[in-house]
């Protein structure tokens, strides 16, 4: 499941799934560290009771960044992902109303995550369909020097 190709950055859907888990990292350790912080604003976005809201987040967030870092059910973790960034902009109109620009506490960042997570998805759904599909009839697998 993990191999050297999961981590080969030449690829640019490589670089942007590695990216796009490395990213949950810093928000995972904010969520941890101070709790009791998290804790306020899970409950100022409308998640009652916060803390189970808040342990989940930090469960799923985790899942996404092993999952999306490692290359391991990526396609999974980057639809876990999507999903996290429909939670989180909800929980940013919720708190905040609609808001766009990013520096003004707004969705915009959010929304970019998840239309790269959903990107990610796709590519790996379709780099996993296309290992699946049978060669054509009468055609050989081509060898390591051919087109």
Known sequence: MISAKNFDVSEPAVLLRI???IFHLPHLIQKMNPFER???TFAN???HPPAP???LAIVVEALCTIGLTLGIYTKWAAMLSAG???VVIYAI???KGWVFLWNFGG???ALFWL???VVVALQAWRQERAQQQPLPLGRAAPSLGEP
Do not use: D, K, P, Q
Request: with cysteine; net charge negative.
């Open 93 to 95: 109109v919720y708190a």
């Open 115 to 117: 239309l790269v997570s």
């Open 107 to 109: 969705i915009e960042f």
């Open 38 to 40: 998290a804790l306020g």
């Open 19 to 21: 990216t796009c888990g």
């Open 53 to 55: 809201w808040l342990v």
């Open 45 to 47: 976005s409308g998640f």
């Open 84 to 86: 996290f960034m429909l």
